[in-house]
């Protein structure tokens, strides 16, 4: 009889740790503490090893069924970006290492139907390289990077979605990028032959600029346009040296038309006339974070000889709204 009750409340104990496993907001606090050792760790061994447990027990996590509507909102430094048509989330977060190098991480997660739920993860290979620039890639030979933005275009009847994101480059220089990314069957494809500026066509985009410097680079849905910084050298000397480029304050954009992104130059950014403060974000290089500032809204004339690249010529024009 004793015999049998041990067994009993084992079971129990085993089946009730079973459940607890499977239940979200339990795995979430656990990856919550493997998400800590990582941020926490002083050696690049230890952050590896406590990034290879966080990654294994995510993959499981949002495997199960219910995991594509859950918020996960502890894991602050892993980004979980929805598409605007609820067709996949990217699931990204970074590791920085003791040179002020940086690891990337993605898995692009989509709904199963009451099955579990289906997964890509992006393999990050050897980094960017020019080559990548000109390149459609797939999954496995990823150049790292985290998104914070999809935007949902349509080319021959065929679901692309341009992505903006982030790079640390190096330990003087980040990246900003807009790409394509498009899922067929089980795999993931990056790049689309849709960028056009004055004398390329391109398969995707990337600014390099100095790492004392923050690039601004965001959709603005109102005119269907992907508008950013413009860089210039920080002195006429590093011109072709992008890690020494910075802001000059004029903006250029990515337009949308008919079916490709369409480079303008010298536009004039514009923020809503209702609202008094902006909202800016940006991802801190050390945790991965990202965090949001409220400053007042302020427009500086590109052809002020006074601000900087101020000596630049300038023709800006005000938008036009536009709607897809």
């Given at each position: 009889?004793?015999?049998f ?7 129990s104990?085993?089946n009730?740790?079973?459940?607890k ?10 990856l ?30 949002i495997l ?11 894991l602050r ?27 990337f ?16 993860e ?6 960017y ?6 390149d ?15 935007i ?9 979605y341009?992505?903006l994101?982030w790079?640390?480059n190096s330990?003087i ?14 795999h ?7 960028f ?13 600029y ?5 690039m ?12 950013f ?19 000059d ?13 369409v480079?303008k130059?010298?536009?004039i950014?514009?923020?809503?006339p209702?609202?008094q ?8 290089p050390?945790?991965g ?6 400053v ?6 590109p ?14 024009a005000?938008p ?5």
């Amino acid at each position: 009889m004793k015999v049998f009750l041990l067994v009993l409340l084992c079971l129990s104990y085993l089946n009730l740790f079973s459940q607890k496993d499977t239940i979200l907001p339990y795995r979430e606090k656990v990856l919550f503490v493997y998400l800590n050792k990582i941020r926490s760790a002083t050696s690049d061994n230890d952050k590896k090893v406590a990034n290879g447990k966080f990654r294994d027990y995510l993959l499981e996590t949002i495997l199960l069924p219910d995991a594509y509507n859950h918020p996960f909102a502890t894991l602050r430094t892993v980004g979980f970006i929805s598409s605007p048509d609820k067709k996949f989330k990217i699931i990204n977060w970074n590791v920085q290492l003791e040179d002020e190098s940086n690891l990337f991480y993605c898995f692009i997660l989509r709904p199963g139907n009451r099955k579990k739920n289906k997964v890509i993860e992006l393999i990050e290979k050897s980094g960017y390289t020019e080559k990548l620039s000109k390149d459609v890639i797939t999954e496995n030979n990823w150049y790292g990077a985290l998104y914070y933005k999809i935007i949902p275009i349509e080319k021959g009847g065929k679901d692309l979605y341009t992505i903006l994101g982030w790079r640390s480059n190096s330990n003087i220089s980040n990246m900003k990028i807009i790409d394509v990314l498009y899922i067929s069957g089980n795999h993931v494809k990056l790049g689309a032959p849709i960028f056009y500026t004055k004398t390329e066509k391109l398969k995707r985009i990337v600014y390099e600029y100095s790492k004392k410097a923050t690039m601004s680079m965001r959709y603005e849905y109102k005119y269907d346009r992907i508008i950013f910084d413009h860089l210039s050298p920080e002195v006429p000397s590093m011109t072709g040296f992008y890690e020494y480029y910075i802001p000059d304050m004029s903006y250029d954009a990515f337009e949308f038309e008919k079916d490709k992104w369409v480079l303008k130059e010298d536009v004039i950014g514009v923020n809503d006339p209702e609202k008094q403060t902006i909202k800016q974000k940006t991802i801190d290089p050390l945790t991965g974070e990202i965090i949001e500032n409220e400053v007042k809204k302020q427009w500086v004339d590109p052809t002020d000889a006074n601000a900087p690249g101020g000596k630049n010529k300038h023709l800006p024009a005000l938008p036009k709204e536009k709607k897809r």
